[in-house]
């Protein structure tokens, strides 16, 4: 991964997830060593498991936040009741 990351630092290209799972990509396909292949497809499994991790708590922090926010109290129907 740490190739991967010089490359694109090297390129002047912008250093973000999607970018580096591109190049990884690359990577595999012209290395040689069965061994290093293994590792930059070890590398695009662990990003974007972290990608997913990171969306599922946001979306979480996301619901938890909306959640604090209002209380049965403050719903209101459009006809001015209150929705308990």
């Avoid at 990884?24 to 997913?52: K, N, P």
């Amino acid at each position: 991964m740490g190739k991967a990351i010089l490359e694109l630092l090297d390129g002047d290209e912008t250093l973000s997830l999607p970018n580096l799972i591109a190049k990884l990509r690359v990577m595999i396909e012209t290395e040689e060593r069965q061994d290093r292949r293994q590792a930059c497809e070890s590398a695009i499994a662990l990003i974007i498991d972290s990608m997913a991790d990171a969306y599922q708590s946001a979306k979480n922090d996301d619901y938890s936040l909306l959640q604090g926010a209002l209380s049965s109290e403050d719903l209101v129907s459009p006809g001015g009741h209150k929705l308990h």
